[in-house]
């Protein structure tokens, strides 16, 4: 398993939230690209940019994710309101190497489908989850699809993986919900990604045990929780 740390961009900065509410921005950070640097510097080989203000619909942050996904030889995978064929165009132009896709995967099986098949093992689905159900537009609205129906419908696609978000942990450093998150590990065909609630290095073994590929992390890493330099020996992928 490797751990991603999280760079999470809104007007021009870095924030960490709580519980995915805008409202609720505990950490906010300038000069975001220096941030990723310093990432790639205590040891993390893999970078996770989310454009906030594109996943909620307040315009996005284009030029700022290419100076932050440029500002490090780390491999990072970019999501946040991609919803078109050009949005992903433009951030694989950008530099991203993996691009991941909510809320239209769960609204347009056919344009997911065949986004996976063109850039096949490059396209990660977000499966952003409150007691099981799947949510849609930056967590704001619940989908009608329950977890396991939604990744039963992605099995046969050539997907990068599936990013699993517990959005109600996410940023209250609370620890995980070991029971969802290997409900959605069995259940999927593709390597799973996990986040939310990921608060020591207790939650990074069982996540690994369990089956998870990776681990994204955020507020645990900001706020010192979780050691950078300690998680990075363990998981962040350098050798």
């Known amino acids: 398993m490797i751990a991603l740390p999280a760079v999470d961009l809104r007007r021009g900065r870095c924030v960490q939230l709580v519980g995915g509410r805008p409202e609720k921005e505990k950490i906010s950070l300038p000069a975001a690209s220096n941030v990723a640097l310093s990432w790639w510097q205590a040891g993390f ?12 619909g307040h315009g996005n942050n284009d030029e700022l994710v290419g100076e932050v996904v440029a500002a490090s030889p780390a491999e990072t995978q970019v999501g946040g309101g991609v919803r078109t064929d ?7 132009a950008c530099g991203a190497g993996r691009i991941v896709v909510g809320t ?5 099986p056919d344009w997911i489908g065949g986004l996976a098949k063109r850039y096949p093992g490059r396209i990660l689905v977000a499966a952003d989850v409150r007691e099981r159900t799947v ?3 930056g967590w704001t609205e619940a989908s009608k699809l329950k977890v396991e129906v939604f990744l039963e419908g992605l099995s046969e696609l050539p997907l990068a993986g599936v990013l699993c978000t517990d959005v109600d942990r996410e940023g209250r450093m609370e620890g995980i919900d070991l029971a969802e998150m290997s409900t959605v590990i069995r259940a999927s065909t593709h390597p799973v990604q996990v986040s939310g609630g990921i608060t020591s290095l207790d939650d990074l073994d069982t996540l690994a045990d369990a089956g998870a590929a990776a681990a994204v992390l955020g507020m645990a890493l900001y706020t010192g929780r979780l050691d950078p330099a300690e998680v990075a020996r363990k998981y962040g ?3």
Do not use: C
């Open 45 to 56: 080989e893999q970078l996770h940019v989310v454009d906030l203000d594109a996943a909620l």
């Open 86 to 92: 050009e949005r992903v165009d433009l951030l694989f």
């Open 104 to 108: 239209r995967a769960v609204d347009d």
């Open 135 to 137: 949510l849609r537009k």
């Open 237 to 239: 992928g350098m050798t």
